[in-house]
Structures are given as structure tokens and as C-alpha cells.
């Protein structure tokens, strides 16, 4: 969840969509994330919108308090159901991040989530997934949250190598991820993710691929794996800006992701999105899939971001200020946008070329298909997608995706 807020139009107060938002509804899925926005410590890289109990002290620490926040997350799941009416949609698939939604008890985000059985409905196989950090759970409460109804969860991993983790401010110990994943198999979690972090400062070829073998030696049916980003105003930003530690090279970033493709591949895992591969289908993660391909949204939680109907809105990022607009009856919403058809094309364009199966060519405009047949004929788009009408990246194209997609939505 970003941390910086985009522009837009006032929210009104009792965050009421335009009917056009709701046209049509009943013809694509409905999916709820729920921000947890608590840290115990912060990352050095992390640019989320989180807060330590450091942070919060002293500035609406009593609205914006751990022990609350179940409670007050409802009321805006509560919220969703007025604005969304008579939506007889069940919800697909249920996503708790953060921050670290488990530092709240289990017993608080089932609550959460009963929030959203009650109001909306659960589909009969509807996804659940909540993020963890590997230290921030046990066996006991992996059980608890199984039985709460979570089907899915997804363990920050990052790397197994310890000056890595260092780097990072990871609080873990390498070979906790693994017990982790053990732990939720042995839970009756189906579905088990884990997260890498490619590209570190001083991580080795050697280093990225101990990683990759120790995730893959765990079990889990999907892994992401992400090229680290040194965001400006991070503890990591400003050592690299000092000097500290040296920026990686992009071409090494480029030659890790081959690494992990390579190694994944080998280990049984299909890519399905640029920066994620599952054993089976049934692996994906179905929350994120319905973000790239358009579908409806409400994200509940400070900074939270929503989509229903080509209506995009975000909440206020600070805890206390959440709070206090769903205690005095108002929607936490900061402001809003409502996108055009040139907007939700592009955004498809963007957002589908990512995805194994790629984007329709007649998403693209004339200057959009010329850039096309050039990106064909530089290997860059598969051929037989492109005879079945689709653009969709071969593995080169996958390294270029970010240069070419620019090309495409022109």
C-alpha cells in the first residue's frame, strides 16, 4: 500500500458512488482488501503506508490503537455495504496486508473477515489470504487463523542469506520462513506463498540463488519475486544517497530475474505475471488477478484504494484520522477519480501485458499496433499469441515490459 496519495476530486462524505459506478455490477467480481497498517519495526526500504507503536504515540495513538483497529475497520466494511446497496454479489476473494496483519491477534482478523461474511458473503470458494512476517506468527496461531476461515497466506521471506536480511532491517532469522510454511501445511493451509527481494546491495549470484533454493525447498505453491526499489525518504534511500551502500546495476537486477525464472521454472513453477510463478493454476493468487484484470474492489483501512466501476477512491493515510471520520459517520475517504474509457484502456494495456496470457489487440490503437508488430519481430511478443490475437511477452519482453507497455498504450 503506497504511502503517497495521488490527487483528486472531493470524496463525498457519506461515499456515495455515481450510479454509473454500479451499472452492470453483477457481471464482475467483487474482492475486499483489508489494510492492517501496524509494523513492529520499520524496514529500511519500506515505503508503505505503516506506523510503529513509536510513530503513533502521541498522534491519535488512542483512535489509531492495535487493540481497536478490528473494530473500526468493520464499521467501514459496514460503510461498503450501504454504499454498495442492494449488490447481491458474494465476494470472491479476501485480502489482509499491511504493514503486518499478523501482529493483531488471530481472533481480531477473523473478526474482519466475519465483518465481511455478515455484510457481503463469502463465494463458496472464495480465496482468504492474509500477509505474515515469519516471526510474527507460531504454530498456534496459524491454527486459529485456519480455522478462522484464511486459505491462503503469503510469508515475507525476502532472502535467506543473513547480511542480506541485515540490509534490509528483516527482523527474522534465515530458516524461519521454511518452519513457517510447515507450520501453515501443517495448519491445513492449501495455499502457501512466499516473497523474495531481488537486487539488494552486496547480495551475490550466489546469494540470490540460496534463496531462491531455500524458498522453493519449503513447499510453497506460489512465489513472487520483486527487484528491490530504493525509494526516496527510506532509511535505505538515504544510506545509498550518503554513499553507504551502492545502488545495483540494472543489468544485474535484469540477470537475477533470468535467475529466478531459470530456477523456478526448473523447480515446477509457471509464470503467470511478470513477477509471480505457482505450481498449478489453482496456485495464483486470484486476489491480485482480479487487480490486473479490472475487476471490483473495496480496500478498506487507512490509505486503502478502491475501484467499483471505473471509479477509483483512497482513504487517509493516518490511523487516527481513519478512525475518527468512521466514528463521527463519515467515509475515511481522502478523494477520488472517475476514469474515462481512454483511462481504463490504458490501464488494462498496463495491466494485462503483464499477465502470461497478455492483452487483446484491439486494446490498441493504430500507433499501439505498429509498436506491436515491431516488438514482434524483435522478440519481444510471443508469436502464437499474436496469431490469436493477443500481446503477450516472451521472456526478453518480460525484461522490457516497463519500455515497451509505453510504446503500446500510445
Known amino acids: ?77 459496514r460503510l461498503a455495504r450501504k454504499v454498495l446497496g442492494d449488490d447481491a454479489r458474494r465476494v470472491a476473494t479476501v485480502f489482509v496486508g499491511g504493514g503486518t496483519p499478523t501482529l493483531l491477534p488471530p481472533a481480531d482478523l477473523g473478526r474482519m473477515l466475519d465483518a465481511v461474511r455478515q455484510e457481503f458473503g463469502l463465494a463458496a470458494d472464495a480465496e482468504v489470504t492474509t500477509e505474515a512476517n515469519p516471526d510474527s506468527v507460531d504454530a498456534a496461531g496459524l491454527a486459529a487463523l485456519r480455522a478462522a476461515g484464511f486459505n491462503r497466506i503469503s510469508f515475507g521471506m525476502q532472502s535467506a542469506r543473513p547480511h542480506v536480511l541485515r540490509l ?28 523474495l527481494i531481488y537486487g539488494a546491495p552486496g547480495e551475490s549470484e550466489a546469494d540470490w540463488g540460496a534463496s531462491l533454493e531455500a524458498a522453493i525447498g519449503a513447499g510453497p505453491d506460489h512465489v513472487s519475486a520483486y527487484s528491490l526499489i530504493v525509494e526516496e525518504g527510506t532509511r ?98 481522502a478523494g477520488r477519480e472517475l476514469l474515462t474509457p481512454e483511462d481504463q484502456r490504458v490501464e488494462r494495456v498496463l495491466l494485462e501485458l503483464r499477465l502470461v496470457d497478455g492483452c487483446p489487440l484491439t486494446l490498441l490503437r493504430p500507433e499501439g499496433r505498429a509498436a506491436a508488430e515491431r516488438a514482434l519481430a524483435d522478440g519481444l511478443l510471443r508469436p502464437d499469441a499474436h496469431a490469436d490475437g493477443r500481446a503477450a511477452l516472451t521472456l526478453r519482453g518480460r525484461l522490457l515490459a516497463d519500455a515497451l507497455v509505453r510504446d503500446l498504450v500510445d
Open 168 to 195: 534490509l532491517e528483516r527482523t527474522h532469522t534465515p530458516g524461519r520462513p521454511e518452519l513457517a510454511v510447515a507450520e501453515a501445511r501443517a495448519a491445513g493451509f492449501e495455499h502457501v506463498n512466499l516473497d
Open 236 to 333: 535505505l534511500g538515504q544510506r545509498v544517497r550518503r554513499g553507504e551502500v551502492p545502488m545495483t546495476d540494472e543489468d544485474v537486477h535484469a540477470d537475477r530475474y533470468l535467475q529466478a525464472d531459470r530456477v523456478l521454472s526448473a523447480a515446477g513453477f509457471s509464470w503467470y505475471e511478470v513477477s509471480n510463478w505457482a505450481t498449478t493454476p489453482a496456485g495464483r493468487c486470484r486476489h491480485n488477478e482480479l487487480y490486473w484484470t479490472g475487476a471490483d474492489w473495496w480496500g478498506a483501512g487507512p490509505g486503502a484504494h478502491s475501484h467499483v466501476g471505473g471509479v477509483r477512491w483512497w482513504n487517509v493515510k493516518h490511523p487516527g484520522a481513519y478512525a475518527q471520520a468512521l466514528a463521527e459517520g463519515r467515509s475515511p475517504g
Open 1 to 77: 500500500m503506497p504511502s503517497a496519495l495521488p490527487d483528486g476530486e472531493p470524496m463525498p462524505e457519506d461515499g456515495a458512488l455515481p450510479p454509473s459506478a454500479l451499472a452492470g455490477a453483477a457481471d464482475r467480481p467483487l474482492a475486499f482488501y483489508l489494510h492492517v497498517p501496524y509494523c513492529a519495526t520499520r524496514c529500511g526500504y519500506c515505503d508503505f503506508n505503516t506506523y510503529t507503536a513509536q510513530e503513533l504515540r502521541g498522534s491519535g495513538g488512542a483512535l489509531a490503537s492495535r487493540e481497536n483497529y478490528a473494530a473500526v475497520l468493520t464499521d467501514e466494511v
